[in-house]
């Protein structure tokens, strides 16, 4: 038996796969990715090690007729391209995203078991339509909006490391600030615009930009980096950014379900400035989801500036403990350990 895993084209699409894999690899299970071609699958999948193929796809949300036009054709060809890399007897999982669509029509095709996991609180396009003839649908959230098919709340898999690293103790004003896989600007302006009061509250912060966003998150810093620079550390990239979540006492970040569920893992908390723009405001109501759960703020993006980060950094520095006690008090399930065993896969 194989393991097909389609999605991708984000780091969120792609990680919760991922940390089903590492349940795969320990027990010798066969698996392969069928990702986007966006270059941020092939960089995750090749550290990690794990056999993929890409498909040359692109979304068909938000796009004009001419795009949606585009996109469909960019679709039929990806199926005739993926159609003889998925055998008979395979089992697909799909996480969402356009990249997804090529493997979940050619298993169709092909009568393959089909499963999918959707890790946001609103139910992606590509799950939406798949969900009522997958074996059954996995989700991050109990109350999962747009849901449908055979339902069943497993949480949203994170890596083995995000589970085991032990919880900080004590507090030490560390701040480390994430944009999500591709970096954000907006993140970086706020950041920029904000680190003399921030500075000035006590904090020390590790910021990644982004290393498409790092020059220019430098030049916006100017002289602040050398003014601050024992206590404000700017990276393009951070690799291991596990043990930097587990040793910072507050995370800023977008809402994206993967950062959401590390976070809850490391039992760190976090103030959470969600991507107005994403599908359907999924990230807000990611947010919301924690924010509810006692263990993070929210922050509209336009309130961010004029002391509004500072203001909920400062109300989590003065409850730390609270929010500290409430991430932990309840421990997130194996979620990737569920969808093995729910998807029959031995």
Do not use: W
């Amino acid at each position: 038996m194989r393991v097909i895993f389609a999605g991708g084209g984000t780091g969120g699409h792609l990680y919760p796969s991922a940390a089903v894999a590492e349940v795969l690899s320990r027990r010798g299970v066969d698996f392969k990715f069928l990702v986007s071609d966006r270059g941020i699958d092939a960089r995750i999948l090749t550290r990690l090690g794990y056999d993929y193929a890409e498909q040359n796809v692109s979304p068909f949300m938000g796009a004009g007729f001419a795009g949606r036009i585009k996109a469909l054709a960019k679709l039929c060809s990806a199926v005739v391209k993926t159609y003889p890399l998925i055998n008979k007897g395979d089992k697909v999982i799909l996480t969402g995203g356009f990249a997804a669509a090529p493997a979940a029509v050619a298993a169709k095709l092909k009568g393959c078991e089909l499963y999918l996991h959707e890790q946001n609180s609103v139910m992606g396009l590509v799950n939406r339509i798949f969900a009522k003839g997958a074996k059954k649908v996995f989700l991050s959230f109990p109350d999962t909006k747009n849901a449908s098919g055979n339902t069943i709340v497993t949480g949203n898999p994170v890596r083995r490391i995000f589970r085991t690293l032990e919880k900080k103790e004590g507090y030490s004003g560390s701040v480390l600030v994430l944009g999500g896989s591709q970096g954000s600007r907006a993140i970086n302006k706020i950041m920029t615009d904000s680190i003399d009061g921030i500075m000035e509250a006590g904090f020390t912060v590790t910021h990644q930009t982004g290393e498409g966003l790092f020059r220019e998150t430098m030049e916006a810093y100017g002289s602040k980096t050398a003014m601050y620079g024992d206590r404000l550390f700017v990276r393009p990239y951070i690799d291991g950014v596990a043990a930097v979540m587990s040793e910072s006492d507050i995370v800023v970040a977008r809402a994206g379900a993967g950062t959401v569920f590390e976070l809850a893992a490391v039992g760190c908390p976090a103030v959470y400035i969600p991507l107005k723009s994403a599908s359907e405001n999924h990230q807000y109501y990611n947010a919301l989801a924690a924010e509810k759960a006692g263990g993070a703020l929210i922050l509209d993006e336009d309130k961010a500036r004029g002391g509004g980060l500072i203001e909920k950094l400062n109300e989590i520095k003065n409850n730390i403990d609270v929010f500290r006690s409430r991430l932990r008090e309840k421990p997130l399930p194996d979620s990737a350990e569920m969808i093995v065993r729910e998807a029959g896969i031995e």
